[in-house]
């Protein structure tokens, strides 16, 4: 059984950082596939390809998946969600604007 491991982004201000040391979490990512949900709001599409390049060139990751909603509005169907989690090692849910 997979590990699911999720970072809740809306933490309070003043929140101590997460407890797993940067290095770790950058050595991590060496080799790893990154999934992105593209929520169907508009700039998403340009902020994951410009994070996607950095990933790949700075932190060694493999391979990107980018999948897309219909809309921000509905939860990612069923089968992209199985296909992102079966494939990937990190995934990211996305939001634009």
């Known amino acids: ?3 699911l491991i999720l ?3 809306t933490a309070p201000r003043g929140a101590p950082p997460a407890a797993a040391p940067e290095r770790q979490a950058r050595a991590a990512l060496k080799g790893a596939v990154v999934g992105f949900i593209d929520n169907a709001k508009p700039n998403f599409d340009h902020l994951v390809d ?3 390049a ?3 060139a700075r932190h060694g ?3 990107v998946m980018k999948r897309r909603k219909r ?3 509905v939860p990612a ?3 992209m969600m199985r296909e ?3 494939e990937c090692d990190v995934v990211i849910a996305g939001s634009g604007d």
Do not use: N, Q
């Open 1 to 3: 059984m997979k590990t």
């Open 54 to 56: 950095e990933l790949m």
């Open 77 to 79: 169907p069923e089968e």
């Open 61 to 63: 990751v493999a391979r």
């Open 7 to 9: 970072f809740d982004p």
């Open 50 to 52: 410009d994070l996607a």
């Open 71 to 73: 809309s921000a509005s």
């Open 84 to 86: 992102i989690t079966g």
